[in-house]
């Protein structure tokens, strides 16, 4: 398996959909709303992706200032590509495109919650989410 690995090149909202859905993360994003998913591929600053050929087997997608903060909004791989070390060259290769001060931020999905604690992060409690349709203060 030759993996390549590549820096914000071009990637179709079909491939994003499709590797989202071979991996445990589709579950949790909203791969049915083709709108939503375009503006997620279109807006992210940061994309990290790893190919086979001309499949997408996995991403990095981040939305950052490149200084100071670094949200990591999804790390997929496709799941017959896992634990091939993948996943690991994605977060190093994001973070190699970031300055020497900025954070890596991540929201973890519950079956990947122990992944990241042995890859260095430290965990942080202080995260808060503002549902969609929640207005502030209501």
Known sequence: MAISFKVNHPITTD??????????????????????????????????SAWDGDLLVGIARSVTDFHYACYLSDLAVHQSYQRSGIGKRLQSLTQEQLGPLCKLILIAAPAANSYYGQLGYTHNDRCWVLDAGVSIGN
């Not at 959909?17 to 503006?39: A, F, Q, V, Y």
């Open 15 to 48: 491939q994003f959909i499709g590797l989202l859905e071979s991996s445990t993360l589709g579950e949790r994003r909203p791969t049915h709303d083709r709108e939503c998913m375009e503006g997620v591929v279109s807006n992210s600053n940061l994309v990290v």
